[in-house]
């Protein structure tokens, strides 16, 4: 089975898009049509809650996403709506709140007010005025990306918000100022203490390939992934993370006490990805449980994931994926992000020969596996993986196949 080319992966998603514009005119009727844009989801395979730890990550795009469809309007207002959400919100581009609404809408909105306050400053460095004032918009959202599933559906729709701004304004902004963007609204306006990993890897994505990226410098390369030889499955446990952004942030502040707690025995280090695992052992009986626990995670994740890295650029999926497999080991004894359901998915796949490897992906607490597998090994896996979730609760998972993607772009309708 051979990965689809890209002329046929854009096809495919202009035929979706066309869809999504016929929802926009029925949303917001008017003459003229919308702009369409998308932006891609991730799974991340290696670096399992490294980025803001100050490590490295291995993520990739995939070819689901967000779906916007924008036209400009004749005042400043701004008007969102979403498929999957009832109602409209509506806001002034003069008078945009300065917190968080609680609703779907404060990502989008955090990216407006980003993106104004980049304008503004930029054109003040330059010691000019902005050029004209950005208009109005009506904007939909939809998409094929499932939400709260770790597939990074936040960064997804904060990098195609501001791809369509960035059109629709004539900002010029580079792919670097999208992602900055994309992460200034999750982290200082929604409010999620999240690291870089998301917003870089839907920002910079390009297909047949995994991101390196070392999120203590934000260095980062492409590094080669056979498409031709091997599949990525991602599997649905079907739990959504109601709770996951508490603990998430649980779990960033104890990681921040394992740092402070440890640094003065690491003399350089700057992020807890520094401190070396012989001190962590010297000082684990001072540390409470579970912060020496979080600490034990990233530190060997970081060690795991360059080893991972060395073996795919040596031609050794297999190791990439036991590295893998480690690190769902970890995250379920060490960080306690894993659920009954995720581990079933990962030792059930894991089972099926040709399968070189599986993780929890995303934050964990729910959502969903991705598995590194060979070709001609997916319908075992798929069998194995649905005979064994229905036995052990009853209901079958979602499982898909992915492949990489072009990354955030103005699409035109079939």
């Keep these: 089975m051979s990965r689809p080319s890209a002329r046929l992966d854009e096809e495919r998603h202009a035929e979706a898009l066309s869809g999504h514009a016929s929802a926009f005119a029925s949303a917001f009727p008017g003459d003229a049509p919308p702009r369409l844009f998308f932006a891609p989801g991730r799974v991340n395979l290696m670096g399992a809650h490294l980025d803001y730890n100050g490590g490295p990550v291995m993520p990739t795009a995939i070819d689901r996403g967000t779906f916007v469809a924008a036209r400009p309007r004749a005042d400043r207002r701004v008007v969102l709506a979403s498929r999957r959400e009832a109602g409209r919100q509506t806001f002034d581009l003069d008078d945009l709140p300065g917190e968080p609404t609680g609703s779907w809408a404060d990502y989008p909105l955090g990216v407006l007010r980003s993106a104004l306050a980049h304008r503004d400053a930029a054109a ?6 902005a050029a004209g004032e950005p208009c109005g918009v009506d904007v939909l959202f939809g998409g094929n990306l499932a939400v709260g599933a770790g597939l990074s559906s936040s960064a997804s729709i904060c990098v195609a918000t501001a791809t369509a701004l960035d059109a629709l304004w004539d900002l010029a902004e580079d792919p670097m100022r999208t992602v900055r963007t994309a992460l200034e609204a999750e982290r200082e306006f929604v409010g999620v203490h999240c690291g870089i990993m998301d917003p870089f890897a839907v920002g910079l994505a390009r297909p047949e390939t995994l991101l390196w990226l070392d999120c203590r410098d934000e260095s ?4 080669p992934l056979d498409f031709s030889r091997l599949a990525l499955a991602v599997a649905d446990t079907g739990v959504r993370r109601e709770l996951a952004a508490g603990e998430f942030n649980r779990r960033v502040a104890e990681c921040g006490e394992a740092y402070e707690r440890l640094r003065a025995r690491a003399p350089g280090a700057t992020c807890l990805r520094d401190v070396p695992p012989a001190v962590l052992e010297d000082a684990r009986v001072e540390l409470p449980p579970a912060v020496a626990k979080r600490a034990e995670h990233v530190l060997r994740e970081v060690e795991r994931t360059f080893a991972a890295r060395d ?38 796949a894991t089972s099926v020969p040709g399968v070189l490897g599986s993780r929890l992906t995303g934050a964990g607490f729910g959502g969903c596996t991705v598995i590194l597998l060979e070709r001609g090994a997916e319908g075992e896996l798929r069998a194995a993986l649905e005979e064994g979730f229905r036995a052990a609760f009853g ?3 979602e499982v898909a196949l992915y492949h990489g993607d072009l990354g955030p772009r103005e699409v035109a309708p079939a």
């Excluded at 003040?124 to 005025?129: D, I, L, N, V």
């Excluded at 190791?319 to 030792?347: I, K, P, Q």
Aim: proline content about 4%; aromatic content about 6%.
């Design 124 to 129: 003040e460095r330059a010691g000019t005025r």
């Design 220 to 223: 980062w390369e492409h590094i």
């Design 311 to 348: 073996a795919l650029l040596a031609g050794d999926p297999a190791g990439f994926g036991r590295a893998m497999t480690e690190a769902h080991a970890s995250l379920r004894d060490n960080f306690e992000v894993s659920c009954a359901e995720l581990d079933r998915l990962v030792a059930d």
């Design 395 to 397: 209901r079958a998972p």
